[in-house]
């Protein structure tokens, strides 16, 4: 069976590499434009490119449990390389398809740290934002009151500071 489903994954590894580099790439954009410029118009436009690689990878991802089903084999590492193990063993060419993998784990990896630490920056930003608007506003820095969730609550009176 896996002389069937070797090609298809061979295509499916390709194709995500390729989406996981565009993502790895739109994360990029978006560190540089949270040092440089902050304008929220293009970290939207930035997030939208990126939820759309994000679902097509969430494909690949299906697919490729669709395809380690066929051998009775589960998604995860261990998996995949006891797939790779049965290509071999069937005499099939895989060194180009493990290299492919073995780069898209790496870029993937990538991808998830440069997501955190754009979060994190974004998180600050709007923390700013929130205390800017706040002091404009006239309200205290310090929020005393808690909601049932533990967030806290904005103070239904607030005087401003200045007018526009």
Not at 116 to 142: C, M, P, V, W, Y
Request: glycine share 6%; charged share 25%.
């Amino acid at each position: 069976m896996i002389e069937k489903t070797f090609p298809i994954t061979e295509q499916l590894v390709i194709n995500a590499l390729q989406l996981a580099t565009e993502l790895l790439g739109e994360l990029n954009r978006e560190a540089e434009s949270l040092k440089n410029t902050q304008e929220s118009e293009v970290i939207n436009n930035i997030a939208a490119t990126k939820r759309q690689l994000a679902l097509q990878l969430e494909q690949f991802n299906g697919q490729l449990t669709q395809v380690l089903a066929t051998e009775n084999l589960l998604n995860d590492q261990e998996s995949i390389k006891e797939y790779f193990k049965r290509g071999e063993a069937a005499g099939l060419k895989i060194s180009e398809t493990v290299g492919n993998w073995v780069q898209l784990m790496l870029v993937c990896g990538e991808c998830r740290n440069l997501n955190e630490q754009n979060g994190a920056g974004i998180e600050l930003l709007s923390r700013h934002t929130k205390r800017s608007l706040d002091i404009l506003k006239g309200k205290s820095e310090f929020s005393n009151t808690y909601g049932a969730d533990g967030s806290t609550q904005s103070d239904k009176s607030t005087h401003r500071l200045i007018s526009v």
